[in-house]
């Protein structure tokens, strides 16, 4: 199915100001699914282990998810990130790097469940250019900011994108945050949706979603991670986690969201 969207500096209906249609591209979310343009891992190691995940043109240290602050073992699919014992994961900044760097776009989904407090489900922090201009992707609060993209020079945010993401979510539901970069279409996309499998279609997300212009919140060939402050699930510092249950992580080379006839 193919949706006409606004994208521009806003987000869909917000101020956006460009129209053009796009399309869902179907993402590998199982390790038996992944492919070489998508890894994927999901978390059903024991207590302080890491996690190995598979595909992406990813090898060696490379397929692991680190964990911090010994996170429990894996109970009902997934393993619990507390908010409040500094517990989280991170794959290695190479890996994040070979995905973000793609010239064509990438796409990150989060699949969670078993949410209890808010906060944030991740905070992965992007430098790119002699300038520094950091993106904040994924610092969401799961009523408000999804995304949030920071002057390069004063570091004051020069932009917000804003998802309404209420009511809150349910306990037990399994929830998907997902985040994706088309650079050749410049579409940006992010979401969160209450679904048990992968969302289809735009209808299957807590609205609205997010459109925005990609390249105005960075430019891939020259994305830096900062491994110092960043963590995908949970948070290293500067706020509070969520309380939550990871199920799986999928980074892929492939947009979510793209751009279709941009001419």
């Known amino acids: 199915m193919t949706y006409s969207v606004a994208v521009g500096n806003g987000g869909a209906g917000s101020g956006g100001n ?31 282990t890491h996690e190995t995940g598979v595909g992406g043109g990813q090898t060696d240290l490379n397929l692991v998810v680190s964990q911090f602050g010994n996170v429990p073992g894996a109970i009902d699919g997934g393993r619990n990130i507390s908010a409040t014992s500094g517990q989280y994961f991170m794959p290695t ?24 407090t808010k906060g944030y489900l991740g905070y992965l922090q992007l ?42 979510l349910p306990l037990d539901n399994i929830f998907w945050h997902i985040t994706s970069f088309d650079f050749i279409n410049n579409v940006g996309f992010a979401g969160l ?40 699930f949970g948070i290293k510092s500067g706020g509070t986690s969520a309380l939550y249950k990871c199920r799986s992580l999928s980074l892929s080379k492939i947009s979510y969201i793209e751009g279709v006839n941009n001419g």
């Open 93 to 116: 900044a190479d890996a994040l790097f070979d995905f973000f760097s793609n010239p064509s776009g990438m796409t990150v989904i989060k699949q969670c469940s078993h949410l209890t």
């Open 18 to 48: 460009n129209s053009l249609p796009v399309k869902i591209n179907n993402i590998p979310v199982t390790e038996a699914e992944a492919d070489a343009n998508t890894f994927v891992t999901e978390f059903d190691g024991e207590t302080g």
């Open 127 to 168: 430098r790119n250019g002699l300038s520094q201009s950091v993106g904040q992707i994924f610092g969401e609060d799961f009523s408000r900011t999804v995304l949030t993209h920071l002057d390069p020079v004063t570091m004051d945010t020069a932009e917000s994108l804003i998802g309404i993401c209420d009511p809150e």
């Open 193 to 232: 949706a209450i679904k048990d499998t992968l969302p289809t279609a735009l209808s299957d997300f807590l609205g609205p979603c997010v459109f925005f212009n990609a390249r105005k919140v960075f430019n891939e060939s020259s994305v830096v991670i900062d491994s110092n402050n960043s963590a995908i």
